[in-house]
């Protein structure tokens, strides 16, 4: 008996080209990306390229550029001693301020991610200096420092810390302080929920590996959770850095700059100029300082950290 050999057939597979869903969801992907880079352009991009612009320009009250200046605007504020006060204002308002935000932070932080009653009460209740509104805040403060009837004089005097009112925004040497516990007040909320964040993202299992190597304590702190927590806590740093250094409601709306200008920051400084005095192109040539003072810093700061991480 002969057996039969089955007929083989190949067939070639001929691949199929992009179907009518295919190209309707590309061109939404790709209509999307031209939306966002559209408003990035209107609202990012042309901001930024109008302030160089004005910068090397004289500008009239109107806003209206009179002529090209070059670096004239540049040479006026680097002459003026207001400008080199605020510049170290600013580098002083911002490493207090991010400095002892990070250090409260992180330790609400670590007291927010230990187990204890009442938790997620004082986890709502941290979020409520965060979530009001950073104008009624400080006009709060404001009246809390009112040499008249305020809360902070009579305490103080309840306290025996002092005998009589003492005008706390109308001497520079109190009402910087005073600004910079203010602003340390309102950042150290959203500080400490994105450290907790970071520190119940760290695996339970180390710490237990490091805990049968003998590491207990603050040893554990330092050796375990801070390397753990180091990129949560660079990106915290950076991001305060920027939001501190270009910090404005809470100077102007308590002092404007004063007294004498004891209080002036960079951006006081520059909203003074452009609509106290109406030095647009001067003011212009102070938002670009500020910048490339940002750009270095998050620049250097960004691959020193990361090269740390690295290690």
């Known amino acids: 008996?002969?057996?039969?050999?089955?007929?083989?057939?190949?067939?070639?597979?001929?691949?199929?080209?992009?179907?009518?869903?295919?190209?309707?969801?590309?061109?939404?992907?790709?209509?999307?990306?031209?939306?966002a880079?559209?408003?990035?352009?209107?609202?990012?991009?042309?901001p930024i390229i109008d302030t160089f612009w004005?910068?090397?320009h004289n500008v009239n009250e109107f806003g209206q550029t009179q002529g090209f200046s070059g670096f004239a605007n540049f040479a006026t504020i680097f002459r003026d001693p207001a400008f080199r006060g605020s510049v170290l204002r600013s580098g002083v308002w911002t490493v207090?301020?991010?400095?002892?935000?990070?250090?409260?932070?992180?330790f609400v932080a670590v007291m927010l991610n230990q187990p204890w009653r009442g938790r997620a009460?004082?986890?709502?209740?941290?979020?409520?200096?965060?979530?009001?509104?950073?104008?009624?805040?400080t006009l709060l403060w404001q009246w809390i420092a009112d040499p008249d009837f305020g809360a902070l004089d009579h305490l103080a005097r309840t306290l025996g810390l002092i005998h009589t009112n003492i005008a706390w925004l109308g001497n520079g040497n109190y009402?910087?302080?005073?600004m910079m516990w203010i602003a340390i007040w309102v950042s150290v909320p959203p500080t400490a929920l994105i450290l907790l964040a970071g520190l119940q993202g760290i695996d339970r299992d180390v710490y237990e590996a490091a805990s049968l190597d003998?590491?207990?304590g603050s040893r554990l702190f330092l050796d375990v959770t801070l390397p753990l927590l180091r990129p949560v806590l660079t990106v915290t740093v950076l991001l305060n850095v920027i939001f501190v250094f270009n910090s404005f409601p809470i100077i102007w709306i308590l002092t404007e700059g004063g007294p004498l200008g004891s209080?002036?920051?960079?951006?006081?400084?520059?909203?003074?100029?452009?609509?106290?005095?109406?030095?647009?192109?001067?003011?212009?040539?102070?938002?670009?300082?500020?910048?490339?003072?940002?750009?270095?810093?998050?620049?250097?700061?960004?691959?020193?950290a990361w090269r740390n991480v690295a290690r």
Request: aromatic share 8%; proline share 5%; hydrophobic share 55%.
């Open 1 to 35: 008996m002969v057996a039969l050999e089955p007929h083989t057939q190949t067939r070639r597979l001929v691949p199929k080209g992009p179907t009518t869903e295919h190209l309707k969801t590309g061109l939404t992907h790709v209509s999307l990306i031209a939306l």
């Open 263 to 304: 209080t002036n920051t960079l951006p006081t400084y520059m909203y003074n100029l452009a609509f106290e005095l109406n030095e647009m192109g001067a003011a212009a040539a102070v938002a670009v300082v500020m910048f490339f003072i940002l750009l270095a810093f998050s620049t250097l700061y960004t691959r020193l």
């Open 96 to 106: 207090v301020v991010v400095g002892v935000t990070t250090v409260l932070g992180l």
């Open 121 to 137: 009460i004082v986890r709502g209740l941290l979020l409520l200096p965060w979530v009001a509104s950073l104008v009624v805040t």
């Open 54 to 56: 004005l910068s090397v």
């Open 175 to 178: 009402a910087l302080p005073l």
């Open 37 to 46: 880079g559209l408003l990035c352009a209107v609202f990012l991009c042309y």
């Open 214 to 216: 003998g590491t207990r």
